[in-house]
């Protein structure tokens, strides 16, 4: 149970990171941000281990779409990141 209150605490300071990563991605089209990864990959690996498997899968899928090897997709990536933002605050509501 402890374990996992961490994981909610640091989830929550990780949706502020989302947020200001989907401003920048809302402007423009930045190179893909290595602390973007770092946390998106953090979350698609503990998010299930957790008990927030819908979570897991979204960032997943914005891994995914960021380590594209064929590059991103700025749309892509824009709605992935969006979907994600929203899985998790309904997540930590």
């Known amino acids: 149970m402890r374990l996992r209150l961490r994981f909610i605490e640091r989830a929550r300071s990780q ?3 989302l947020k200001a990563h989907a401003e920048a991605y809302g402007t423009a089209q930045p190179e893909v941000d290595a ?3 770092k946390v998106v990959h953090s979350l698609s690996g503990a998010s299930g281990t957790f008990g927030f ?3 897991s899968r979204r960032a ?3 891994e995914t779409a960021l380590t594209a090897p064929e590059g991103t997709d700025p749309a892509a990536i824009r ?5 994600l933002i929203t899985e998790l605050e309904t997540a930590l509501a």
């Open 53 to 55: 498997p819908e979570v």
């Open 15 to 17: 949706l502020a990171a």
């Open 35 to 37: 602390d973007l990864v």
């Open 79 to 83: 709605q992935h990141l969006g979907d």
């Open 60 to 62: 997943f899928e914005l």
